[in-house]
């Protein structure tokens, strides 16, 4: 029988932005620290966003990332920290550019190019934002947790059991373990579950994090597919992450995704992020391996 663990709001937000910070090692050298407690693969929305970090560290504060595009290589283990070297490719008037490599003991895990621009008026257009349920009006994640926990196997049950610092309250809601087969689409409003403070930094860094959440499902909806029940093998290929205005992390956006296309054992996904305000802040692109096994046992 799996036991909930506490929720402390606060004290759990506080300890992503801890890990979402990186440590400066030399210059354009930062190391990311572990998640606490972590075995086995790191979260790929950790590496992007620490990764993140480095890079704006490197760029004059002015500067503001508008566009970063990351291939992941290699798993990160959650036994080790990640060193982050950052390559300085372009100062200009206006937009700086980076590299950075993410690396952990001694072999790369994941290569980011960023791309930060000062900040100027221009002309301006975005698609509309979809007229969906408001947020408070929706089941919170852990009404949801606990609506589906009990037919989840054993074994995925202590990892969708613990405190998330980020909820996310489903539009479109589709039951964990289901079979059914649904348009590649889906809909969810997310915020840090506490305040973050006011570095602007940080609220991207947690956007970064949080796109890496529910987009690589997008792809397997049409399919009735789920690595809980170990149908599939699933992995984050590539992330490409623009932000267009400004937010905050820790009010609330709509995170809208659809998959185009899947095949040859990869889907496309795609995302665009609102703020409650109707203001299109953010776009996301992935591709990310789902590849069919056969279940053991």
């Known amino acids: ?14 300890a992503l932005a801890d890990l979402l910070q990186v440590e400066t090692i030399d210059t354009d050298l930062y190391r990311g620290k572990r998640k606490p407690g972590g075995r086995g693969r790191v ?3 950790q ?6 970090q480095s890079a704006t560290l490197s760029t004059e504060q002015d500067r503001v990332c508008h566009s970063l595009h990351a291939y ?27 590299r950075v490599i993410a690396s952990q003991q001694g072999k790369p895990i994941l290569n980011m190019a960023a791309s930060f621009h000062r900040p100027e008026p221009g002309l301006h257009h975005q698609d509309p934002m979809p ?22 196997p054993e074994q995925f049950r202590p990892f969708l059991a613990n405190p998330r610092p980020v909820e996310f309250r489903a539009v479109i809601e589709q039951p964990w373990m289901s079979t059914a087969k649904s348009e590649p689409k889906q809909m969810s409003w997310f915020k840090t579950v506490a305040p973050l403070g006011d570095d602007m930094a940080m609220h991207r860094a947690v956007l970064a994090y949080a796109s890496d959440m529910q987009l690589l499902g997008t792809c397997t909806r049409p399919h009735g597919k789920s690595w809980m029940r170990g149908e599939l093998m699933t992995a ?45 802040v953010a776009s996301v692109a992935q591709e990310g391996l789902i590849r069919e096994i056969t279940p053991k046992g």
């Open 1 to 14: 029988m799996t036991t909930l663990p506490d929720f402390d709001p606060v004290a759990i937000t506080a």
């Open 43 to 45: 979260f790929g929305g």
């Open 47 to 52: 590496v992007i966003a620490q990764a993140l």
């Open 72 to 98: 992941f290589m290699r798993a990160g283990n959650e036994e080790h920290p990640i060193i982050f070297r950052v390559v300085r490719d372009f100062d200009g008037g206006s937009f700086s550019t980076r």
């Open 131 to 152: 007229d969906v349920p408001d947020p408070d009006s929706l089941p919170t994640w852990l009404e949801t947790r606990d609506k589906y926990l009990p037919g989840v």
């Open 236 to 280: 984050s290929l590539d992330h490409a992450l623009w932000f267009h205005d400004d937010f905050r992390a820790d009010e609330w956006l709509l995170y809208c995704t659809d998959s185009p296309w899947s095949g040859r054992a990869r889907g496309m996904n795609r995302g665009l992020i609102y703020a409650r305000d109707g203001r299109l």
